[in-house]
T-cell receptor, first 115, second 111 residues
């Protein structure tokens, strides 16, 4: 079964450092997403991406965050200067479309720990 | 905005039936999803409702009442592996197609 893959599975970084989280969405999917989940809290939407541009973003996705599709397969989330409160599990997801029963398929997540 | 409410935690016995409720208030409605999330893992899709009524899929069923802003997930013949968080997610109508997740219900199945 096709899957979304994410790397790294766990990253530990110092506050103020830049972090890049990588994702390979399902190959025939057109819409890509980043969500995050702080430990013990709900899954929160960050950003969606379609046709090489951001289609929607939440209030969480401020200037410290950026996304990119550098090639035909990877989809990355960059945090420019990490803060303690960025510590969370970051999930990448993809869908073939957006209407109806288009279901988010999530990757296994990248756990970010900011010290 | 959206407000999605689920019980925080439920416990049940192996072999039993459990119903997990979700209520929501949205400015519009364009579908409700249930996901299962085991600790430390990604959410995985369970069911989708957009019309009123019951959707059955093996041991799991999901019900929707749009007029009441209410859904439930019914799990039958509970197994220990069903211990997980169950996330209700609602998609608004209008410009945004992004589902908003509730806090999830942690289900503990004991022998």
């Amino acid at each position: 079964e096709p899957e979304v893959t994410q790397t790294p599975s766990h990253q530990v970084t110092q506050m103020g450092q830049e972090v890049i989280l990588r994702c390979v969405p399902i190959s025939n999917h057109l819409y890509f997403y980043w969500y995050r989940q702080i430990l013990g809290q709900k899954v929160e939407f960050l950003v969606s991406f379609y046709n090489n541009e951001i289609s929607e973003k939440s209030e969480i996705f401020d200037d410290q965050f950026s996304v990119e599709r550098p090639d035909g397969s990877n989809f990355t989330l960059k945090i420019r200067s990490t803060k303690l409160e960025d510590s969370a599990m970051y999930f990448c997801a993809s869908t073939p479309g957006v209407s109806g029963a288009n279901v988010l398929t999530f990757g296994a997540g990248s756990r970010l720990t900011v010290l | 905005g959206q407000n999605i409410d689920q019980p925080t935690e439920m416990t049940a016995t192996e072999g039993a039936i459990v119903q997990i409720n979700c209520t929501y208030q949205t400015s519009g409605f364009n579908g409700l999803f249930w996901y299962q999330q085991h600790a430390g893992e990604a959410p995985t899709f369970l069911s989708y409702n957009v019309l009123d009524g019951l959707e059955e899929k093996g041991r799991f069923s999901s019900f929707l009442s749009r007029s009441k802003g209410y859904s439930y997930l019914l799990l039958k013949e509970l197994q220990m592996k069903d211990s997980a968080s169950y996330l209700c997610a609602v998609r608004d109508e209008g410009g945004s197609y992004i589902p908003t997740f509730g806090r999830g219900t942690s289900l503990i199945v004991h022998p």
